[in-house]
């Protein structure tokens, strides 16, 4: 998982920019009509087409076609859904033991943060193993908001979400990732533990899918990787292939190149 930072506003060209607009039209009306049934108390169904969209678009322009946290390619219609961070329908959390349970307020469920089914900071494209095991999970460390918000900003202020969130956050200072694949929280940090489980980074497949790509970009850079953490000169597209944003798998294939070069660098020095 990797942050990847994106602004509408600023990151487009001319045709991006248009296909945008039209998608963020379609996206406003259905969120209008959305809560203004929801507040007469009307039954109103989702579109699920408006995100289905944008999932495409995400992989395609922003994503570089990887899931938005476990960094699998995943092509633009293998899964149908983008992913909500902020759950559309019911909420739940897990207990210690892996038990979930539906999140009240007072005698009622809680409704979903419908209001933001169309809102795409709400939405990051996601592979369907990380979007099935999330579902509709959402741990926070204060209170769930049930009604009716500003933006996922201001939202995030009053819940403190407990799952990193790639558009705003590094996922460093939480998860580390080791030799043969492994994920773990750094220090036992409650964020990064929830995120592993939540979403199951720690899955056996997708370790061993890390594990591959740390093994090929190791023997891909040679030399150069002991280069990289002495911070001598290396070629930028080199390393760019293995570690940068396009990358399969860039964080742990990085963190995994740093261990072995301090291994390297180790050996050197006890025989000097």
Not at 29 to 48: C, H, I, N, S, Y
Not at 68 to 82: H, K, L, S, W
Request: charged share 30%; glycine share 8%; proline share 5%.
């Amino acid at each position: 998982m990797r942050r990847v930072p994106f602004d509408p506003d600023k990151d487009l060209d001319a045709d991006q920019k248009a296909w945008w607009d039209k998608w963020a039209a379609r996206a406003n009306k259905a969120r209008d009509t959305m809560v203004d049934k929801r507040g007469r108390g009307e039954k109103a169904e989702f579109d699920g087409s408006i995100w289905s969209d944008l999932k495409a678009w995400l992989l395609e322009n922003v994503f570089h076609g990887k899931c938005a946290y476990c960094e699998t390619m995943v092509t633009p219609g293998f899964f149908g859904d983008g992913e909500h961070y902020r759950p559309k329908g019911n909420v739940t959390v897990a207990d210690d033991s892996g038990v979930r349970r539906a999140i009240v307020a007072g005698e009622k469920s809680h409704p979903g943060y419908y209001w933001l089914a169309y809102n795409w900071r709400n939405l990051l494209p996601s592979c369907q193993q990380c979007n099935n095991a999330k579902s509709d999970q959402f741990p926070v460390s204060k209170a769930h908001v049930h009604l009716p918000a500003p933006e996922p900003g201001e939202l995030d202020t009053a819940e403190e979400p407990l799952l990193i969130n790639p558009y705003i956050e590094e996922a460093s200072p939480y998860l580390a990732f080791g030799e043969f694949g492994v994920i773990s929280a750094i220090d036992e940090n409650p964020k990064g533990k929830a995120t592993i489980d939540v979403f199951n980074l720690g899955r056996k497949k997708l370790e061993d899918d890390r594990w591959v790509e740390q093994r090929k970009a190791l023997r891909g850079l040679g030399s150069s990787a002991v280069n990289v953490l002495l911070g001598t000169a290396v070629d930028d597209s080199e390393v760019e292939l293995w570690t940068g944003a396009g990358a399969r798998y860039s964080r742990a294939v990085r963190a995994y190149i740093r261990i072995r070069s301090q291994a390297l660098v180790d050996e050197f020095l006890s025989k000097i």
